[in-house]
């Protein structure tokens, strides 16, 4: 059959590797939910609370798995799972559904979900988006237990398969036997889906977001593909399966390779050395970054501590999962961010306005300066932190010189607080602020003088500065991290902090790209933090550089006209 031919495939690059195996074409019946006006109101809330317990239960079972199979981390998801089982919003909301409108308990608890993943979905933050999968999962766990359908167990695989689905939930990517996974193939999803985030962290191969690939393989096809490239063949010649066998013996010689850079520097071969740090949401992140050889963590996200719960984490709770960081990272640089949630994202026991743009809205270091009590307890539990490794508290979503001062006002009042209390805390822990709004970004020279370092977050700053909604698939080809605007206005704030003798890094998923990298390193970037599995690529890509050609040529890259000229000259120039 000829290479290109109907039996290819390409979609979204998500998790890199090769796979060659079977099909086994997973997919989840649709649940056919009719609405029923009822006349006993009570027995339906009481087949409701049944249908809780018995997903209780489940998931309970589901968690043990989890935790003895995948260790404490992917088991935590479990405990989420529970938490949106015992969130009363989502109890009151079915319960009056099914009081008010008289109907059955089926039709009311998809109402409900439907409504919360819609909330999820449109939020921003992938962690959030996560969330999304959580709920729907949870929810097709208690629809199905209220209809008496068989719930399928991929715990129990006795072939290796490569698993071809619409998408893979939560608990599918939690419970499944890993060892008999080669890799993902699913109908839907972005690089920031569940699935390819559990693929990345498995080291599982998947391409995601086929549009229709369950209907196109069929169970026990023969499939190669490569989750590098995003392409992947059914049934592929002999000669075709030769290649993918050569590409995979290669892979694994380069991921071998990889793994002797662990302990190494990142370092240019002209002799410039970089930081190249890991972000991460939990605690529990931190084991990968380690492995992965990291050098710091250049974005510990807080927001986790803050949901899925009824209340604000104690300033006690806050304080343990800081210090259990700082510790794992002994005096390894960490940067924690301070509370970065918003409108987009919902929390039950904050009443957030409903907006318009929530993006643009009522959010992170805006709502910790409204409300100073939350970040006081914020900023004293990193404060008592400090003493157990090299702390640099960071604030998000600065837009002004007067937000800044208004934040370390706060943490000055909170050092006092703690010295009035002879509580001890690091006298030389770095402050700095995230430069992810345009305006931070043209008055940097004015943001350094009241900060220690910059951190870039490319996510936003890119969708701000281009007025691009980076989810919206109509337009996200307009989502150019090579667009000229992009990469001077970076070289900008990265020119700000080196004239105040100071130093600028990038914690968007920009600086995990290996393609960006050498322009990266040209203009001047001191520290790259990114998802674990990118820390040894980036490193491998920097030590093959030399900073004083990659300076030349990021310099002549900044006067091209389109992104796809400033690609292809960054391509051109560090071929070797």
Sequence with gaps: MNKGG?????????????????????????????????????????????????????????????????????????????????????ITQVENKITDDKINAESAT??????????????????????????????????????????????????????????????????????KVLGFITNIGGRTSHTAIMARSLEVPAIVGLHDITSRIKNGDIIVFDGDEGIGYINPSEELLKEFQDKKKKFEENKRQLSLLKEKPSITLDGRRVEIAGNIGTPKDVDGVLENGGEGIGLYRTEFLYMNRNNMPTEEEQFEAYKEVLEKMQDKPVIIRTLDIGGDKELPYLDLPKEMNPFLGYRAIRICLDQPEIFRVQLRALLRASVYGNLKIMYPMISSVEEVRAANKILDEVKRELEAENIFYSKSFEVGIMIEIPAAAVIGDLLIKEVDFFSIGTNDLIQYTTAVDRMNEKISYLYQPFHPAILRMIKMVIDHAHNAGKWAGMCGEMAGDPKLAPVLLGLGLDEFSMSAGSILPARKVISQLSYEDMKDMA???????????????????TRP
């Excluded at 071809?164 to 939930?169: E, F, K, N, R, S």
């Excluded at 990517?173 to 890993?178: D, E, L, V």
């Excluded at 890259?557 to 051109?572: I, R």
């Design 6 to 90: 109907h039996n290819m495939f390409k979609a979204t690059a998500a998790s890199p590797g090769i796979a060659i195996g079977k099909a086994l074409v997973y997919i989840e019946e649709e649940l056919n939910i009719e609405k029923n006006i009822i006349d006993n109101i009570v027995e339906e809330k009481e087949k409701f609370h049944k249908a809780i317990e018995v997903t209780k239960h489940q998931l309970e079972d589901v968690r043990k798995e989890a935790l003895e199979k995948l260790g404490a981390d992917k088991a935590a998801i479990f405990e989420a799972h529970s938490m949106v089982l015992q969130d009363p919003e989502l």
């Design 110 to 179: 998809k109402d409900v979900i439907d409504g919360f993943i819609a909330i999820f979905e449109s939020m921003d933050d992938e962690y959030m988006k996560e969330r999304a999968a959580d709920i729907r999962d949870v929810g097709t766990r208690i629809l199905k237990n209220l209809m008496g359908i068989e719930i399928v167990n991929l715990a129990n695989l006795s072939d290796e398969v490569i698993l071809v689905a619409h998408d893979l939930t939560p608990s599918d990517t939690a419970t499944m036997n890993k060892d």
């Design 555 to 573: 310099t002549k890259a900044l006067n091209l006209s389109t992104a796809e000229e400033v690609k292809e000259f960054v391509d051109k120039s």
